[in-house]
């Protein structure tokens, strides 16, 4: 018998739209442009490729000393503030761990947080050109309706909402590092009921951190107890 459970949450949640095609970019923005492009297609693992690529980039940026898996949870786990309520509204991310297998997590405690999920399963899956492995598919809730998130989670698999794809983009739009980058106009994030044009934030992580503080948000620690204690079993 198989048990699981899923996670709806309620609370404000992120779109990324646009309204034009643009012109080749430098990397970051490119891969922020095809992440958006091929998530508007319905192409969610594209989406998802092209957003961790737009992570990693900005890790390189910032860590150059560190290897792909620490920087890249890095970054992840140092921007959980924006992060999560872009991408994973309502659940407390420091604190929450995931029965799932992943190589080499990086998370304190040894189990797997959602930046190594994230990293292990997605990022190293299709960076490599592989299939994305049962169990681990995007959930399309993204287009809306808007203060609606869906996960759903068995011990040893994961559905994330494909709004963490939304949560990547935007760690990557606000980070310092990546002050010059453009998108075509008229991409944008939205954050409940407001629209803040990318072009217009690039690299202003802590004006966002102001934004998201006016609005309340519930911090749910997640615990899959048993399952957790199959994933220290390697059940």
């Known amino acids: 018998m198989t048990i699981r459970t899923s996670v709806t949450l309620m609370s404000w949640a992120p779109q990324l739209l646009f309204t034009s095609r643009g012109l080749e970019m430098a990397k970051v923005g490119d891969s922020v442009r095809k992440a958006i492009e091929d998530w508007e297609k319905g192409e969610a693992e ?10 990693d980039g900005t890790a390189r940026k910032l860590r150059p000393d560190l290897g792909s898996n620490a920087r890249f949870t890095g970054f992840v786990r140092d921007n959980y503030s924006l992060f999560g309520p872009m991408g994973a509204p309502g659940i407390d991310l420091v604190k929450t761990r995931w029965p ?3 190589p080499y997590p990086k998370a304190a405690g040894g189990l797997p947080d959602i930046a190594d999920v994230i990293y292990g399963i997605h990022r190293c899956t299709h960076g490599h050109g592989a299939e994305l492995p049962d169990g681990f598919d995007l959930i399309a809730d993204a287009a809306g309706p808007a203060q609606i998130t869906n996960m759903e989670i068995e011990a040893g698999k994961v559905h994330l909402s494909d709004r963490v794809i939304f949560g990547l983009l935007a760690i990557a739009v606000l980070s310092p590092a990546n002050i010059g980058q453009s998108v ?5 994030l939205s954050f409940a009921g407001t629209a803040f044009p990318i072009n217009e934030w690039w690299g202003r992580a802590e004006d966002f951190r102001a934004v998201l ?17 199959g994933y220290l079993n390697g059940v």
């Open 213 to 229: 503080a006016q609005v309340s948000l519930p911090s749910v620690t997640l615990d899959f107890g048993d399952w957790m204690v």
């Open 100 to 102: 799932v297998k992943v």
């Open 46 to 55: 594209f989406a998802m490729l092209h957003a961790c690529n737009a992570v």
């Open 184 to 188: 075509p106009v008229g991409y944008h």
